[in-house]
């Protein structure tokens, strides 16, 4: 195994978690706004971001010996995953992320935040159960219109299948959220229908979330994209404050967070 590493120390925007835990390289859902596009893992692959993804090629059993280790030196809160989806098709038949669950949950972290956009997540309910008062499931859903996912990340599954998979989750006892990250034009009902089916939302934008002010944003010719699609009014830091005070109409303050603090660790 050599060095291998599960577990890496967390920095920028998941500064609030001790580390970060990422099973594949790759994303195939290729969403037009990801900032990891401007990494280098993707950026020196010579194939576009959305075509690609491969496991690790760790021993997910491996990560039991490092969660112990971390436990010794402190809280371990783990950010799952920060720069690529834990759920993507590749997990249906390699069930890596299930393997790391499982070993995540002999001997659990002090909490960890399990962040996808994928209905797929559902299939572990059982295991995330075993992390009950340690897990919580992010489920990205960042609009409420098919054809603005359509436009900006095909890919991606519809979000009617997201949103059920929320509320069967929640069914199972298993902690939820909403994170509309980034959010994208949608109907004027859409705060409301998140309403139905999560206990908390966190919102986040093309500004303050994209973790260098909008540079990266713009460097992926996002204000561009919006135009073309006749969406131009979308891009601006209002549009996120203006459905943080609707969202304010269907849940207490208390369960809404907005961008770096909306996705802290738990207290």
């Not at 950026?43 to 760790?58: I, L, N, S, V």
């Not at 890596?96 to 002999?106: G, H």
């Not at 699609?229 to 404050?241: C, F, L, T």
Request: aromatic share 10%; with cysteine.
């Amino acid at each position: 195994m050599g060095g291998f590493r599960w577990l890496t120390p967390a920095t920028g925007y998941v500064s609030g978690y001790s580390h970060t835990l990422n099973p594949y390289v790759g994303c195939s859902f290729g969403c037009s706004y990801c900032y990891v596009r401007r990494l280098p893992v993707a950026m020196f692959r010579g194939e576009p971001w959305g075509t690609w993804a491969e496991p690790k090629k760790g021993d997910p059993a491996s990560l039991r010996d490092e969660l112990a280790k971390a436990k010794r030196k402190g809280p371990v809160a783990v950010f799952f995953s920060s720069a690529t989806d834990p759920y993507q098709p590749l997990e249906a038949k390699l069930k890596l992320s299930r393997s790391l669950l499982e070993a995540m949950a002999d001997d659990p972290p002090d909490f960890v935040l399990l962040q996808t956009r994928s209905p797929l997540v559902e299939r572990d309910a059982d295991m995330l159960r075993r992390l009950s008062g340690r897990v919580r499931v992010s489920m990205t859903v960042e609009s409420d219109r098919e054809d603005v996912r359509r436009q900006l990340t095909p890919s991606a599954p519809p979000f009617a299948a997201r949103l059920r998979a929320v509320r069967r989750l929640r069914e199972e006892g298993v902690e939820t959220q909403i994170a509309v990250s980034p959010l994208l034009p949608h109907s004027p009902d859409f705060a409301g229908l998140l309403a139905e089916f999560a206990p908390r939302v966190v919102v986040d934008d093309f500004f303050r979330g994209d973790g260098s002010g909008g540079k990266r944003s713009r460097s992926l010719r996002m204000p561009e994209a919006y135009s073309a699609a006749g969406w131009s009014e979308w891009y601006a830091p209002q549009a996120a404050d203006a459905f943080v005070r609707e969202l304010g109409k269907h849940y207490p303050p208390e369960a809404i967070g907005f961008s770096v603090s909306g996705f802290a660790p738990r207290d």
